[in-house]
């Protein structure tokens, strides 16, 4: 059963909206959040003029009938002809693992050190929270070392001569990749590899170093790869197989398991239920202006930001998860107040100011396109 498809449909085309508010034209494609793909929702995809999108590489391996060539061709989509781009699970381990991945190298720094935590108390205190709460600074001497507490200091040359290697090596390994592949396949190879932004500057601070050795290294370097974009590879090559994705997500057992267990699995059926009412509204309300235009935007900011995956994530994992149940109930609370207070025509405007100045993303946002 496909559920809250008129949710799903309002996130894509709120993204697209805010795409071209940003970019002045309309998106190509799109990063499904957490590569999650259900069958049939590349027809929503479709309908917001998106060609393409990425799903994990079991969502293409196991599509139906199974791809020829694996994930390095896209794929269309049976009856809509949106394309399908699946994760290289060899490049993806080589920068995403904890333990084989580059971000482990000894020599990087140490993200989990900081000065507001290492420092005397009484010297730090001027510099951080007011209340003389440690926290984090930024400001970090160590690099990784290795496991354990010691730590030694972080030299910031040899971390930069690392991420030039590492770029290197990195490249060496896909030229040879590419070059098996192109015998087995007897067509170009196309390899995915995508990464979460966080990862490059945040956790990996020398992430960023690493993208600009690498793609120095493709462009002066060698002639045997090259950087191409998903929209130029499916101009190049029009021709592909036709299949129907498997359902997925990446992240723990791949099947969206992160989002639906003991510990988060008690939040779907109040989104399930806002966003039954949130078409009810849509329904009823088709033509508004006014204060009640404002307050039915409103309601679907805050359901979209009450769906976000993040909240799901962080109850799966365990951290934070008071900041992840507040969040959730905040804006499921507001919804709601939103939905009742339009249905009995008792808007609070001075309230409605207060919510939409405090979570105002999405400025353009229009409720119709939740249906």
Not at 105 to 113: I, K, P
Not at 203 to 209: A, V
Not at 317 to 333: C, E, I, P, Q
């Amino acid at each position: 059963m496909d559920v809250c498809r008129a949710s799903v449909r309002a996130q894509v085309k709120v993204a697209v909206q805010h795409y071209e508010s940003v970019f002045g034209k309309k998106p190509r494609g799109i990063w499904l959040p957490e590569c999650g793909y259900h069958p049939g929702h590349d027809e929503i995809l479709k309908e917001a003029g998106i060609k393409y999108f990425f799903t994990d590489s079991h969502g293409i391996l196991h599509g139906t009938p199974r791809p020829k060539y694996g994930v390095f061709a896209p794929v269309y989509c049976k009856g809509t002809g949106v394309a399908a781009f699946g994760r290289d699970l060899e490049s993806s381990k080589q920068v995403w693992s904890s333990i084989e991945g580059y971000p482990g190298d000894l020599n990087y720094r140490e993200f989990y050190r900081d000065i507001g935590f290492d420092l005397d108390f009484d010297y730090i205190k001027p510099y951080i929270h007011p209340d003389g709460v440690r926290i984090n600074t930024g400001i970090k001497y160590y690099r990784i070392t290795g496991s354990g507490d010691h730590k030694e200091p972080y030299v910031p040359e040899r971390a930069r001569e690392k991420a030039a290697q590492q770029a290197g090596n990195f490249m060496f390994n896909r030229q040879k990749q590419t070059e098996y592949l192109f015998d087995f396949m007897q067509r170009k190879p196309l390899i995915i590899s995508p990464y979460d932004a966080e990862l490059f500057g945040h956790w990996w601070y020398e992430g960023p170093l690493w993208i600009d050795f690498l793609i120095r290294k493709i462009a002066c370097d060698q002639d045997e790869i090259r950087l191409i974009t998903p929209s130029e590879y499916l101009e190049e090559n029009p021709r592909n197989q036709v299949i129907t994705p498997s359902m997925s997500s990446w992240g723990w057992k791949g099947y969206s398991e992160m989002w639906l267990q003991g510990s988060n699995d008690w939040i779907y059926r109040h989104l399930h239920e806002a966003s039954d009412r949130m078409t009810e509204l849509v329904t009823t309300y088709r033509n508004s202006a006014g204060t009640l235009k404002r307050a039915l935007n409103q309601g679907l900011r805050e359901l979209l930001l009450a769906q976000s995956s993040d909240w799901g994530f962080i109850l799966g994992t365990g951290t934070h998860t008071s900041y992840a149940v507040k969040r959730t109930k905040d804006h499921l609370l507001r919804f709601t107040r939103i939905y009742e207070d339009i249905k009995s025509n008792s808007i609070d405007e001075g309230w409605l100011a207060d919510i939409e100045s405090k979570d105002n993303i999405f400025s353009n946002i229009d409720y119709k396109v939740h249906q």
